[in-house]
């Protein structure tokens, strides 16, 4: 991985060529090319430049990877050196830097070349999540159900059943801690998360677990919402208490409360606390899980903040 700033001078054009999944973007047709293409397949977005030694090694696997999913993924590769504005909006500091949108929003990335078998799965998350993958096993669908309606007791049977003939599966390891979680035992979620063996660490099952996890804990010993909105009152700059009360409101259940708070103290101040704000809308929609209408609307919202 490359820091910004850093550049040798020995231009070369990354290998690959593939035809109509894979094609080049530039500033002005980010847009089109990402943005709106995404509602309709994932867009990998795979930012390089001609001097960069590690984009030669990463951009041909990725390609190849994209290739092979027949068309469940599309690859936008964006040259920083040509295309700077986009790759600034993204906060783009070192390459190759690689980011995933669905659904016109960013959903999930990574930094610096990876090995082949993690850009596989990769690839393949993603195209899961454009519904494209191999479809949901009905335990699993019946587990989530249970959970969904508040059953976490025989939805963590089920999640544990499909555990017994599969370790490795993320979706039900990931529901596992969330329905221990549902029951108050965070510390026997986060034991079931470790678990999780590498392969399947950055599935988004398992992050929307740990993002959960990390939620639940922060929100162990908020402070009140009164006297949080009553500070904002007297003060509508006070950003700490801000974040806070988005704690307190996610603490009370109000989801979509705690996200309203959470960009509008991001539009007053996005860098506050190293972009606190930001991260922890992340971090609730990681928890939410990305098809969930709130993670939906939150991102579109944020990501018209972003790209303002």
């Not at 599935?203 to 959960?212: F, G, K, L, N, T």
């Not at 259940?253 to 606190?276: I, M, P, Q, S």
Request: aromatic content about 6%; proline content about 5%; glycine content about 8%.
């Amino acid at each position: 991985m490359i820091e910004l700033g850093s550049s040798p001078a020995t231009p070369a054009a990354p290998a690959g060529n593939g035809g109509d999944l894979v094609k080049d973007a530039t500033d002005a047709t980010f847009a089109a090319d990402v943005i709106e293409a995404s509602r309709e397949t994932p867009v990998i977005v795979d930012f390089w430049a001609p001097w960069c030694g590690p984009c030669k090694q990463l951009t041909p696997v990725l390609e190849e990877a994209v290739k092979a999913a027949k068309g469940a993924v599309r690859m936008v590769k964006v040259d920083i050196d040509q295309n700077q504005q986009i790759a600034a909006q993204l906060r783009v500091k070192s390459i190759p830097a690689v980011f995933a949108f669905s659904g016109g929003q960013p959903v999930d990335g990574f930094m610096g070349a990876l090995p082949a078998s993690e850009i596989k799965a990769f690839v393949k998350r993603l195209a899961d999540l454009g519904g494209k993958g191999n479809g949901l096993d009905e335990a699993l669908a019946q587990g989530e159900e249970m959970l969904d309606k508040g059953a976490a007791a025989d939805a963590a049977q089920v999640f544990a059943a499909v555990l017994a003939e599969d370790a490795a599966n993320a979706r039900a390891l990931g529901g596992l801690a969330r329905a221990e979680l549902a029951v108050g035992d965070i510390a026997r979620a986060r034991q079931t998360l470790e678990m999780a063996p590498p392969e399947i660490a950055n599935d988004p099952a398992i992050i929307a677990a740990r993002s959960a996890i990390e939620l639940a804990e922060q929100t162990q010993d908020t402070g009140e919402e009164a006297e949080l909105k009553a500070r904002l009152e007297a003060d509508p700059d006070d950003h700490q208490a801000r974040y806070d009360l988005a704690l307190a409101l996610l603490a009370g259940k109000d989801r979509e409360g705690a996200v309203e708070t959470l960009l509008e103290l991001f539009r007053r101040d996005a860098e506050w606390n190293d972009g606190a704000a930001k991260a922890q809308l992340f971090k609730l929609f990681d928890s939410f899980g990305p098809k969930d209408p709130l993670t939906l609307s939150g991102r579109r919202r944020l990501s018209s903040m972003i790209f303002a």
